[in-house]
């Protein structure tokens, strides 16, 4: 094997991706990954250390959130940028280690020391010998790394979710204790089963704190998400696709590009920006193009303009792709050869003067499609609609919601949400946030007594107004179980950001989950079958069965 990866939904045969991701990432970059990861935990180690000894540094806990998000799926694919990443990150935990040092020891972490905390590489031409010992593999049993990594990887989604929040200037010091800590002790080999089944739940009660950090950054900064018709066609400007999910990206986008004749149109998670009404006094922001991020390829090319990724997820363009030249990455994002906007810096904003400038020289979009899609069902927009809500569900006219959130992939098995959507009952509703909704947002499903069918929270961090929603029902029905509310969960999953979601609901009591369309290849037969046993965590079957089923 050049490389083992499970860590996505597509891992290849359903049991991981051996030679080259299938989301594209070559295996001298999924060791790199590793690598990254393995210097995080050594940075980890020493910084709880500092902390305790009153020796804070912001900065530190930036990079290993910065860190951990570049190695969710489709986010970075960039050799150099983790080469560059790995030797920051030594530098950082060796001051460290020499600001503990230098405070006198005692400390009873330090009395076992992982080999993160102590390999020292005498050239950048050690990494990839290193990263080759550092993966999913270095640990043998089964099932402790299936608890490892399922841990892992809801910390990966916390990270994205908790940069977010930073960027907007929200931060909460006990996420990066936890996370830390929670890598730290990731190293230690006397952890048990259980001890570790503990410590997922712990991760998806702090999977709920970052989410509800980022909530409150996103309606801080741009106001409480509302309902809105977003138009699908095109104008007849030049334009700027962003995707990703950053709103300060998108934010200080929009500023940049008022008065200068290009439009911003969004793409995949970043449509939920126009839900937003710090958004809506931009008139060049023209509406959302195209559908979830798998559908690239094709859409790209029609776009004509160029596209600006603020994260995930990139799909690598094919060698004959004409758009090549047209895409640029920013932040956690990157991808060899596409130009890379650098940070901002402290106080001021992104430079987007160069993307902007290629806009005005590119040909308006081709239009793909025509129309509007409604969306803005966060929890503030489904609360002023509560007493609609509360009386449909008394009357019956609701008979159940489903929660349909997560993500979208390429996979056949996934028209199974298409399907599954258009043949709900027409006295059910479904709630959704990521891009698992481009699978049925532009059916016809109507409304129930001017209640839309699909309620759209927005990005996939947004399915905290999830909970947050089903929290308040059960707070009006007066139900002491928040599993008695007429609510099912069919969730499609991704990448990491989904792992967090999934382990946040686990967190707040939510059984019943069933994920598709496959189950996760990281976790083994005996940890699939706890969360089986304690949670009711079930896989999808056909449509027509598994609605029978949701409504008994």
């Not at 051996?18 to 990954?33: F, I, P, S």
Request: net charge negative; proline share 4%.
């Amino acid at each position: 094997m050049s490389m083992f990866c499970y860590q996505c939904q597509e891992a290849a045969k359903g049991t991981g991706c051996t030679v080259k991701g299938v989301c594209g990432k070559t295996g001298d970059v999924a060791n790199l990954q590793d690598l990254l990861l393995f210097v995080i935990k050594g940075i980890s180690f020493y910084n709880r250390q500092a902390v305790k000894k009153g020796l804070e540094d912001p900065e530190v806990d930036k990079f290993v959130i910065n860190g951990l998000f570049t190695t969710v799926t489709n986010t970075n694919f960039d050799r150099n940028a983790f080469i560059d990443l790995i030797g920051k990150g030594l530098e950082i935990r060796n001051k460290l280690r020499e600001k503990v040092e230098s405070t006198g020891s005692g400390d009873s972490d330090a009395v076992r020391l992982h080999d993160s905390a102590t390999w020292e590489p005498s050239s950048i031409d050690e990494y990839d010998e290193k990263a080759k010992s550092t993966g999913v593999l270095s640990t043998e049993n089964e099932d402790i790394r299936s608890l490892r990594e399922l841990i892992t990887y809801g910390l990966k989604g916390m990270a994205a979710y908790t940069e977010h929040a930073m960027n907007l200037g929200q931060n909460d010091t006990s996420i990066h204790k936890f996370v830390q800590e929670t890598l730290v002790a990731l190293t230690n080999d006397d952890l048990n089963a259980e001890e570790l089944t503990n410590l997922v739940l712990e991760t998806g009660s702090y999977g709920v704190k970052a989410m509800s950090l980022l909530d409150k950054a996103n309606t801080s900064a741009y106001g409480n998400p509302e309902l809105t018709r977003v138009n699908i066609g095109v104008r007849n400007n030049p334009g700027i696709l962003i995707s990703g999910h950053d709103l300060k990206d998108m934010e200080e986008l929009l500023k940049q590009t008022e008065g200068t004749g290009v439009d911003v149109y969004t793409h995949s998670e970043m449509l939920p920006a126009h839900y937003y009404p710090a958004f809506k006094k931009y008139s060049h922001f023209a509406g959302n193009y195209g559908h979830s991020w798998w559908k690239q390829k094709e859409e790209f090319e029609t776009f004509n303009g160029p596209i600006l990724f603020t994260t995930n997820c990139i799909v690598p363009p094919p060698k004959n792709a004409t758009y090549k030249d047209k895409v640029y990455t920013t932040g956690a994002a990157g991808f060899d050869g596409f130009p890379h906007i650098p940070p901002r810096k402290e106080g001021g904003e992104k430079d987007f003067s160069g993307i902007i400038e290629h806009a005005k020289k590119c040909k308006p979009p081709v239009e793909i499609e025509n129309g509007e899609i409604v969306g803005g069902f966060a929890h503030a927009q489904v609360f002023a609609l509560a007493d609609k809500v509360v009386e449909a569900v008394k009357s019956g006219a609701i008979r159940k919601f489903f929660v349909m959130a997560g993500c979208d992939g390429r996979m056949k098995s996934r028209e199974y949400y298409t399907e599954f959507a258009d043949k709900l009952p027409e006295d059910t509703v479904v709630l959704t946030a990521g891009c698992a909704k481009y699978r049925y947002n532009k059916l016809p499903l109507g409304d129930i007594g001017g209640i839309p069918r699909v309620l759209d929270a927005g990005q996939c961090n947004d399915s905290y107004s999830l909970a947050v929603i089903a929290m308040k029902l059960k707070e009006v029905f007066e139900l002491n179980d928040i599993n008695e509310l007429p609510i099912a969960y069919n969730i499609a999953w991704y990448e990491q950001k989904a792992v967090i979601v999934l382990l946040a609901l686990l967190s707040l009591g939510v059984k019943n989950i069933h994920l598709g369309p496959t189950l996760p290849a990281f976790l083994s037969p005996n940890v699939a079958n706890v969360l089986v046993e304690k949670f009711g965590i079930g896989g999808i079957a056909n449509v027509e069965d598994d609605i029978k089923m949701f409504l008994s």
